[in-house]
DNA sequence: TGAATTTATTTGACAGAGTCAATTAAATCG
DNA sequence: CGATTTAATTGACTCTGTCAAATAAATTCA
C-alpha cells in the first residue's frame, strides 16, 4: 500500500537519478556534438573549443582545463600544427611555454563543428514545443545549480534574463515561490501563502490592462521574479508582490522591476506609488529607497507567526518627467 | 537592454543546453559508479548491470541494448566466463544462441559495484537538503520524460507516489498547474486560475486540520496531484481541486486521492461529500461516478471564456460503515 | 651565485576501448 | 534444396588515455 506519511527513503531518489544518468550518458553520447562526419575525435573537438574560447592558452593550461594528461595533449596539438590548425608564438615571460592561437583554418574547422554541434541541439529543441522547452531549460538549470556548476552561475549576466506579461501557470508560480522562499528565509507560516493567493485572486478578478500589469522575469526559459502594478485609487497606484529568486539575485533583476513599475506608473498618469513591506526585507527596502521611495508609515504588527514591522513606503510622481 | 518581450530566439537556449551537457558529463564521470577500485571498466559494469537485470539474455539482446559492438561484446563477455563469472546455455530455440547467466561470483561482484554506485549517489544526495534533492529528482524527472525515456514511465508503477499533506509553496503549485493545465487542455482563460487562487487563498485563512484537509500526491519528489476536503457545512463537506498531472496518470492516483478523501470525510463524521465539476472533465466524473457520487444538478454557465455545463454530485455517508 | 628542485613540454612504450571486416555455423526464406 | 540472413567469434586495426623518461627553462634556497 501506498503510504500516507512520507518517510525520508533515499533508496528510490538514488534509484532515480541513476536510471537519470544511464538515460542521460546515452542521450548525449547520441548527439555526438556535431563530429559525426568530421576528422576530429571527441577529445580533439574539446581541446579546438577550448582554444576558439581563450586568449593565448599554453599547453599546460589546457590540459587543466581538460583533465588531460600533459603527453596525449602534446600529441594532439602537434597532430593540430601538422594539419596548420594552430599556431604558436614562445612565451616572454616563460621560454618553455608556447601560447597557442587558432589559424584562419582551425578558426574556420571549428565554427563548422560549432555550428553542426547548435543544429544538432536546435533540432532536438525544435521537436518540443515552446512551453516544453522551457520547462526543460528550467530542468537543466535546476540540476546545474543544485549539483553546483560554478560555470552557470557565471554565464548569468546581467542581459540573460527577460520581462514578460503574465501567463496561465504564473500566479500559481507567484504564490508557490513566496509561500515556500519567506517559510525557509524568514520561518513564515503558511498564512502568507494564503494572503499571496488572495492578492493574485483579487488580480486576476479584477485586472484592468489599462490601469494594471503584472511583470514576469524569466531566465533561461525560467521564472526568476516578479511584480505587480495595481490600482490602489484613481490616482494612486500599488506596487505588490516583489520577487526575485535567490540563485537570480544580483543581477540587477529587482531594481529593473522597480523600475519598470515606476516607469508604467508614470506613463498610465498616476500620481503615487504606494507599497507595504516589512522591516525585514532588507534588500527590497534598499531597491525602493534606491528607486525614490520614502518610508512614509510603520506600523508593527504580528503575522505569519512573526512580529513584524510593517512599512509604508511612497514615491511621488511628477507627471511631466 | 533586456527585452520587455519575449522573443523566440533559440540560441541562448541552445547555449543553456550544451553547457548542461558539457557540465553533466564531467559530473557523471566524476562519479565513476563504484567502479573506482574495481577491476571493471565503465562497459564491463554496463554489461554486468544488464546481466543481472535480465532473464537469461543472448549476446546480441545485450549489445543491442547497450549500443555494443558485437565483437567487442564477444570478447568482454569471454572474459567474464574465464573469470566465472557468467555462465551460458546453448539455447533450444537457435543453435546459434547461448542463454547468459551471472554465476553466484558474478552475481556477487556486481552487488558490490551497486552497492558502491549506490553508496556514492547516496553522498551527492546527503550533501542536498532535503527539498533540494526533491527539486533534483524533479527536474530529472521532467528532462527524461521531456527528452522521450520510454523506461522512465515503464518505471513508474503503483507503489511508486506517495501522499502527504501540504507544505509550503504546495498551494502556488495547486494554482500555477490548474491555471496552466486547464488553459492548455480545455482554453480556460485566467479567470479560472484567479478562482483557484482564492479558493486556496480562503483554504489557508480559514483552514481547521480537525475538519479539513488536503493531500499532495507526490512522486520522485515532484508534486504529481491534488485534492481537498473542506466544511461546506456543519454535516457536510466538499472535495475540491482535483488534479492529477497528464503524466502520472493511468497510476490511479486520482481515485486515491478521491477515495482518500471519502475516507477522511466519514471519519470526520461528516454525513455528506458534495463537490462542483463540469461535464466536460469526463475524466473527473468517472472517477466520482466510481466512487459511488451521483449527479444532483445541472446548471449551464458561461466562465474562464467558455459555455460549460457545471455539476453538483453527491455521496452521502452511512456513519456506521 | 650556484646547486637542487620544480615545471612545461615532448617523446617512447604500452594498455584499454572500440571499430571493421572476415569467418563459421545455424536459421530462415523462397 | 540453394540463397540469404543472423548470432557469435576472431584478427587486425585505430583511437583514447596512461606512465615513465628526457629535456630545457624557471624557481628555490643555502
Known amino acids: 500500500m501506498v503510504p500516507i506519511v512520507a518517510e525520508l527513503d533515499l533508496a528510490p531518489r538514488i534509484d532515480a537519478v541513476r536510471r537519470f544518468n544511464r538515460f542521460y550518458t546515452r542521450h548525449v553520447g547520441a548527439l555526438n556534438e556535431g563530429l559525426l562526419e568530421s576528422r576530429f575525435s571527441l577529445t580533439e573537438a574539446r581541446v579546438l573549443y577550448e582554444l576558439a574560447h581563450r586568449e593565448l592558452p599554453t599547453a599546460s593550461e589546457l590540459g587543466k582545463v581538460l583533465g588531460l594528461d600533459a603527453g596525449y595533449l602534446s600529441r594532439i596539438l602537434g597532430g593540430f600544427r601538422k594539419q596548420g590548425l594552430v599556431g604558436s608564438q614562445p612565451s616572454q615571460a616563460d621560454g618553455r611555454q608556447s601560447l597557442l592561437t587558432l589559424t584562419e583554418s582551425g578558426r574556420a574547422a571549428f565554427e563548422l563543428l560549432d555550428a553542426r554541434a547548435r543544429k544538432e541541439i536546435a533540432e532536438m529543441l525544435g521537436r518540443l514545443p515552446e512551453p516544453e522547452q522551457r520547462r526543460l531549460i528550467a530542468a537543466m538549470h535546476a540540476i546545474g545549480s543544485l549539483l553546483g556548476a560554478p560555470e552557470q552561475a557565471e554565464a548569468a549576466d546581467k542581459s540573460s534574463y527577460l520581462l514578460r506579461p503574465h501567463q496561465p501557470g504564473d500566479m500559481g508560480w507567484v504564490v508557490g515561490r513566496h509561500g515556500a522562499l519567506y ?91 504606494t507599497l507595504w513591506t516589512q522591516s525585514v526585507l532588507h534588500a527590497a527596502r534598499h531597491l525602493y529607497e534606491r528607486a525614490g521611495f520614502e518610508l512614509v508609515q510603520e506600523q508593527p504588527h504580528r503575522s505569519f507567526g512573526k512580529d513584524l514591522i510593517g512599512e509604508t513606503w511612497e514615491l511621488k510622481l511628477t507627471p511631466g518627467a
Chains 1, 2 share one sequence.
Open 183 to 273: 517559510a525557509q528565509e524568514y520561518g513564515w507560516d503558511e498564512q502568507f501563502e494564503g494572503l499571496v493567493a488572495g492578492i493574485v485572486a483579487e488580480f486576476l478578478k479584477r485586472y484592468d490592462p489599462k490601469r494594471e500589469r503584472c511583470w514576469i522575469a524569466e531566465q533561461d526559459g525560467e521564472n526568476v521574479g516578479s511584480v505587480f502594478l495595481v490600482q490602489h485609487s484613481k490616482t494612486v497606484a500599488q506596487l505588490r508582490l516583489l520577487l526575485v529568486e535567490p540563485r537570480a539575485r544580483g543581477l540587477g533583476i529587482g531594481a529593473r522591476l522597480v523600475a519598470e513599475c515606476v516607469r508604467c506608473a508614470r506613463q498610465l498618469g498616476y500620481r503615487k506609488i
